[in-house]
């Protein structure tokens, strides 16, 4: 998060009593202040990508008043992408929503959709040519799975499959009417949403779990992006089904969905808890900061089923990525995961790029600050950034185009050593 976004409704939710946020957002890494040392950072690593979000709640801080300053800001932010010879990548909407929306239902309520084309029209408008690509909905699924029906911790934290249904409704028709804007007032554009998918593995009675999620979770937000420039994959684990205690009333109302739904809500935020910490439970496996199993790989399979359901589509990774303090792991997730990837793109898939989550250590939602994902280390009292080996591997690899191969070997969990980062 860029921090400090005291108009959002994640401002307000982690503030409220009961809600299961660890911390505060506070300022976050500061991005919003320091993004052109960020973006110099970015630079100088070799990276050629800066996939970054827009703030909705700053731009449009009421109903119909848009601020001038905040848009000045991002076109600034762009410049600054554009002036160090980097992709600027806009993500429209991640997960936040102005608080004067939220509190008229947020994407439940029908009006939303409209809002958010509005908005969406001001700020493609200002930022004008020198972007060309943009993300409309980051995660959708998770939006509506995680806040609507209540089973991750996200606002507004309803618990009824009608307020997840509505949702999804909603999100759906957000992002068909921001596609509209895109291909309206930037024709040359790309654009498409980003979805996280998982690598599903499902046993037993966990399989009508499996279809049942999968459904409502992806497939229905797949679907809505048939006519997408790209698909934006994120993937970081595999999710394994098969816990009774969870599963198990889903089997038995599996016969037709209305059964499935009446028992679905009570259990929610077990499963949801599952999908995070299913791992954690298998005695030896190697797992993750956010519980989840270490599986770099994972991303093949989700990129191998998009591929399937929407043939010849491009598809762009945009997150990929494992929280560890330990950076040589992230060495590893990188270059275990591009060879997956690489393998697809030799049989044929058209996978157009692949963004790592997260340059900076991130503020990760309800989890707060413990999870470490950046391959630029920021220290939480200074907000000094500190380059790790990763980010110098990842930058290499985008300079030149090739990857080395991972063999376990211990020079390749450092591969420039300790000093100074290529070009600076």
């Known amino acids: 998060m860029e921090g400090d976004n005291r108009l959002s409704d994640w401002w307000a939710w982690e503030r409220r009593p009961g809600t299961p946020c660890r911390e505060p957002s506070g300022e976050a890494c500061d991005h919003y202040r320091r993004y052109r040392e960020d973006v110099a950072l970015l630079a100088d690593l070799g990276l050629n990508t800066h996939r970054f979000s827009v703030e909705w709640a700053r731009i449009e801080p009421s109903d119909g008043v848009f601020a001038a300053d905040a848009l ?22 991640h997960f936040t929503l102005p608080g004067w929306v939220a509190a008229r239902g947020g994407w439940r309520d029908p009006a939303t959709p409209a809002r958010f084309e509005r908005y969406c029209r001001r700020v493609v408008d200002a930022l004008g040519p020198d972007v060309d690509w943009y993300c409309t909905v980051n995660e959708p699924g998770v939006v509506a799975f995680g806040g609507y029906l209540g089973a991750l911790g996200f606002p507004p934290g309803t618990r009824d499959v009608g307020s997840w249904k509505r949702a999804i409704r909603g999100l759906v028709e957000g992002h068909r009417r921001a596609r509209g804007v895109v291909r309206e007032l930037r024709p040359g554009a790309q654009v498409g949403a980003t ?32 006519d997408d420039d790209f698909v934006g994959v994120q993937t970081y684990s595999s999710v394994r089904l098969s816990a009774p205690g969870i599963a198990g009333p889903l089997v038995h109302a599996a016969v037709s969905l209305p059964p499935i739904e009446a028992v679905f809500v009570p259990l929610a935020t077990r499963i949801g808890t599952h999908m995070v910490d299913s791992a954690v439970a ?30 010849g589509k491009a598809i762009v990774v945009t997150e990929h990525g494992v929280a560890t303090d330990d950076d040589a792991d992230r060495v590893e997730f990188i270059l275990r995961g591009l060879a997956a990837i690489h393998a697809l793109i030799d049989d044929g898939i058209p996978i157009r790029g692949y963004i790592h989550w997260s340059l900076l250590d991130n503020f990760e939602w309800a989890l707060g600050y413990a999870m470490r994902f950046g391959m630029i280390r920021v220290d939480r009292a200074t907000q000094e950034r500190t380059v790790l080996p990763s980010a110098r591997l990842l930058g290499h690899i985008a300079a030149t185009g090739v990857a080395p191969a991972w063999t376990g070997s211990a020079d390749l969990r450092d591969p420039f050593g300790a000093g100074a980062v290529p070009g600076t």
Do not use: K
């Open 195 to 226: 979805h996280s998918l998982q690598a599903w593995e499902a046993r037993g009675g966990g399989r009508a779990l499996e279809a049942y999620l999968r459904r409502m979770n992806e497939d229905v937000f797949l679907e809505a992006c048939a």
């Open 282 to 311: 298998r005695s030896g496996t190697r797992t993750t900061q956010m519980g989840y199993e270490y599986r770099p790989e994972a991303v093949a399979a989700t990129i191998r089923r998009v591929a399937s359901m929407l043939p």
């Open 72 to 93: 000045e800001h991002y076109r600034d932010v762009v410049a600054a992408t554009r002036e160090r010879a980097l992709v600027p990548m806009v993500t429209l909407n």
